[in-house]
């Protein structure tokens, strides 16, 4: 994701998921150590606070949801409970996505039409 008000996120998010794969792939031959990240979508926290037009961002990715309805915190901790539990001992070097499917729906006809219909 691109945007204007993101700052250094998008590559420091880059270098997270190159850093996982490094990683996995490193320790693989040694250890049993799985590297793995739990990527949600927007979230509502005290952090994305701080970020210059997070709200309207945050709503805009709260339309695009397949849900209709913004990912939350207790959904993201659930998943990295699951990460961290034996259940998930055949995932490494992923990256888990948490985003209640706005990634394939980008173009939703209520996105590209509006509420009302129109372009």
């Known amino acids: 994701m691109a945007a204007e008000n993101y700052g250094y996120m998008a ?47 945050y709503l805009f990715a709260e339309k695009a949801t397949l849900r209709k309805k913004a990912v939350q915190t207790d959904e993201v901790a659930a998943a990295v409970a699951f990460m961290l539990s034996p259940r998930s001992s055949g995932i490494n070097s992923q990256g888990i996505v948490i985003d209640a499917g706005m990634g394939t729906n980008y173009f939703d006809d209520e996105l590209v039409h509006g509420s009302d219909g129109s372009a």
């Open 11 to 57: 590559p420091v998010k880059a270098a997270m998921d190159s850093s996982i794969c490094f990683l996995a792939k490193s320790f693989s031959k040694f250890s049993n150590v799985r590297f793995n990240a739990v990527c949600p979508g927007l979230l509502k926290t005290s952090a994305s606070a701080g970020i210059p037009g997070y709200v309207d961002s």
